[in-house]
């Protein structure tokens, strides 16, 4: 789709979506039970116990996607004014796939601290706040200090992204007849997204993870290893290896890439185990094009894109995330959770082939799933 159509498409629409009422006062009885006096009996009732917000009011099926437009896509720091077409888009995907409400909340500060407080100020209305395309390492920072609000705070890029990474290796695994837990993955980028995988596979039990950034692996004591990839270090790489991303790859069985642009060689493919799994995620162009992997002999490939098959993306995670948290009363996410919605994402897909690891946005049964693990 060219730009010049997607300019053209946005200047007719003014937004993605509209605030429609789901009553109309029309008579004077309608006025009175919707507005004053009427309203004030709900209000009472809240004051009373304020868990009755959900009953009377949006809140319980309501969502703030709340971003500082730090790191929007592969457009980087573009600000809050400049991200808000992406958070409608947000917004829309929510209500049409989970049917839940959701609105863009574009934030013109970038400091971590008012951040968190505005966020806790909003949460009144709020059933859930959904973090997006807030730069590292602020974004664990800013996720952290929201846990205990009383609504579910998660950092979509991050948590929606490395649900999905984990529910196509699910499946990739039983294709190519792996043990799942005894897969030795290498990561490469280290921010939001490759740091919650990370994560994500070790509370799997995947024990044998290299994470790499743009100086080689990450490794406990290496210099200028500080902050999350201090901690990230500690929790990966047990024997501690040091290197390139090309050695990273020797004896590996998984790569996952979150990072950039063709850093990947048929080379690196070929010193894997047999039947290597790949998963090249930089957008809009992959680490290494599938053509070029499979060549190289990989067994699975997925991507980012749409125009490939095992597209890897957020969206088939998120709207059926908040449905259920939302439905469920979940109020702090936790990693069993997490590792729940993964299962139910690979389980939609009922007979896996290496061109189908994952479902399509568009299946109707993916949501629901989800919605029904996330308790």
Do not use: W
């Amino acid at each position: 789709m060219s730009d010049k159509k997607a300019i053209r498409l946005h200047k007719k629409l003014r937004g993605k979506f509209d605030i429609k009422p789901k009553v109309h006062i029309r008579s004077k009885e309608d006025l009175t039970l919707l507005y004053t006096p009427g309203v004030a009996a709900p209000c009472v009732e809240i004051n009373k116990d304020v868990k009755r917000v959900n009953d009377y009011t949006i809140k319980g099926n309501t969502v703030a996607i709340l971003t500082d437009g730090s790191a929007v896509l592969g457009l980087g720091n573009i600000g809050a004014a400049a991200s808000l077409p992406i958070m409608e888009g947000k917004a829309v995907l929510m209500k049409q796939f989970g049917d839940v409400n959701a609105f863009p909340i574009c934030l013109k500060t970038q400091k971590t601290d008012e951040i968190v407080q505005i966020a806790k100020n909003i949460a009144p209305v709020f059933g859930g706040i959904s973090l997006e395309d807030i730069s590292a390492p602020r974004c664990f920072e800013i996720e952290e200090k929201l846990q205990n609000i009383g609504i579910p705070v998660m950092h979509d890029d991050q948590h929606a992204t490395a649900m999905v990474v984990l529910a196509g290796l699910i499946n990739a695994t039983k294709v190519v007849n792996k043990n799942l837990k005894k897969l030795k993955v290498v990561i490469n980028g280290a921010g939001a997204a490759g740091t919650a995988i990370a994560y994500l596979l070790l509370e799997e039990g995947i024990k044998d993870i290299l994470v790499c950034d743009s100086k080689g692996i990450i490794y406990e004591g290496r210099r200028g290893a500080y902050g999350y990839k201090k901690k990230l270090a500690k929790k990966t790489n047990r024997l501690k290896r040091k290197g390139t991303l090309a050695s990273a790859f020797k004896k590996a069985d998984v790569f996952i890439g979150v990072s950039v642009a063709n850093v990947v060689t048929e080379k690196m493919i070929k010193s894997m185990n047999d039947e290597p799994i790949i998963f090249a995620l930089a957008n809009p162009v992959p680490e290494i094009m599938p053509d070029k992997a499979y060549k190289a002999g990989a067994a699975i490939v997925a991507t980012g894109r749409s125009d490939f098959p095992n597209q890897v993306n957020n969206v088939l995670a998120f709207p059926g995330f908040f449905k259920g948290a939302l439905k469920h009363g979940v109020t702090k996410i936790t990693s069993q959770i997490k590792l729940n919605a993964a299962y139910a994402i690979a389980k939609t897909v009922k007979s896996p082939t290496a061109d189908k690891i994952l479902p399509s946005i568009f299946d109707k049964n993916l949501a629901i799933n989800v919605s029904k693990a996330i308790k």
